[in-house]
Structures are given as C-alpha cells and as structure tokens.
C-alpha cells in the first residue's frame, strides 16, 4: 500500500549543510533542481510529488509504500530492546520498521535515540531533524535537538530549539531552567509574547 504524507524541512535545522544551502538564494534554484535535491536528501523510498519552496522552510507532498502497523509493531519491539540495554539490535529493528514505513516519525526518533546511547552525536543530530520533519513540532524533539547541539557545541542552535520548544510550552520550568543553562536570560511568557509583537510591529514598519 502506498500513502502521502507532508513533510516539512525547515531552514533552521539544516544551517551549515547542503539542504541549508539552498535557503541562502531561494529564487537561484529551478523547480526540477529543487526536486532533485529533495529526492536525493530522502532517499530512494520517498518519491517527491511536489515541493513548495519558501524563505524559512520547504513544504514537500511526497509519497510512499508503507505498512504502517508492521512498522509499529518493529518500533515497540525495537525500543523495548533499546531499554533494555542492546542498542544495536534495536538499531536494526528501527532500520526494519522505516523500511516498512519510510513516514514512522516515531521509529526514526527511536532510531536518533539509539545513536545518543552509543554517544554517536552526528548520526544522531541528522535523525533527529528526519524525526522532526515527520512528527512535527513537538516539544519532546526540540528538547533532545538541543540536547544533541549542546553535545556538538552547537550552543546557538541548542538555544534555538528550546526557544521554539518554550513557544510552545511557555510555562514550561524544565525549558526554562535548560535555556537559562546555555546562558541568556529568559523573560516570562507575558513579556516573550509582548517582545514578539514588539519585533514585528517594528518590522512591519520598515
């Protein structure tokens, strides 16, 4: 069986790497080169049907064979193994489950999980933005995005996703107390909100 799903690819996740390269002069890159680049970051499995180019993200319509409860049946018994302390069975196990079903957003973040155990912070940074791009905003993701940045040194990325992550979850204290770790000083959610309406009134006017 095949299915659709809309993926999102969002500028600040790929900052320095060839994807992100293509936010810097949007207007440069033809349709068909827009694709093709799509089409080869997702692999083999995921065949792009359409691909709307924006300033700060990419909406792609794509579609794929899938099994979904298969896959999830592979994920559960994957991350039981992972608990359990046998990462690389259940890397294997991951690796099944997103072959079943290339869109499992939940197998690939098991998949990023694996990879932090085995202290395998590259592999686990770049599964963990296919993670996102398949689940979507969710705060668990952003948190172990910046968990991962801040393994990297990638301190102003880690700031990034708390950020959004606090968006999300303004009266959240545990984002709170892990973006005022990284360093700046974070306002209460009244006053973020007020600063953001500020910013963009001020950019309205320029």
Not at 35 to 57: F, K, S, T, W
Not at 148 to 172: D, W
Not at 176 to 199: D, M, Q, T
């Amino acid at each position: 069986m095949r299915q659709r799903k809309t993926l999102i690819i969002r500028r600040d996740d790929h900052n320095g790497d060839p994807i992100g390269g293509i936010f810097l002069d949007p207007d440069a890159i033809s349709s068909d080169e827009l694709m093709r680049r799509m089409a080869q970051y997702l692999g083999p499995r995921i065949v792009v049907l359409e691909a709307e180019m924006g300033r700060e993200q990419i909406e792609l319509r794509c579609d794929a064979p899938r099994h979904p409860e298969a896959s999830v049946r592979l994920a559960a018994a994957a991350n039981d193994l992972r608990i359990k302390g046998a990462p690389r069975n259940a890397q294997s196990l991951f690796v099944e489950a997103l072959a079943l079903d290339p869109f499992n957003g939940e197998a690939m973040l098991g998949l990023a999980q694996v990879h932090i155990a085995r202290e395998q912070w590259p592999q686990a940074l770049a599964t963990l933005k296919r993670a996102r791009e398949m689940i979507g905003d969710d705060i668990g993701v952003l948190q172990v995005l910046a968990h991962a940045c801040v393994q990297l040194e990638r301190t102003r990325a880690a700031i990034g996703y708390l950020e959004r992550a606090l968006e999300l979850a303004p009266n959240n204290p545990e984002l709170r107390r892990a973006l005022k770790a990284l360093g700046p000083e974070v306002p209460p959610p009244a006053s973020r909100r007020s600063a953001r309406v500020a910013s963009l009134a001020g950019h309205s006017k320029s």
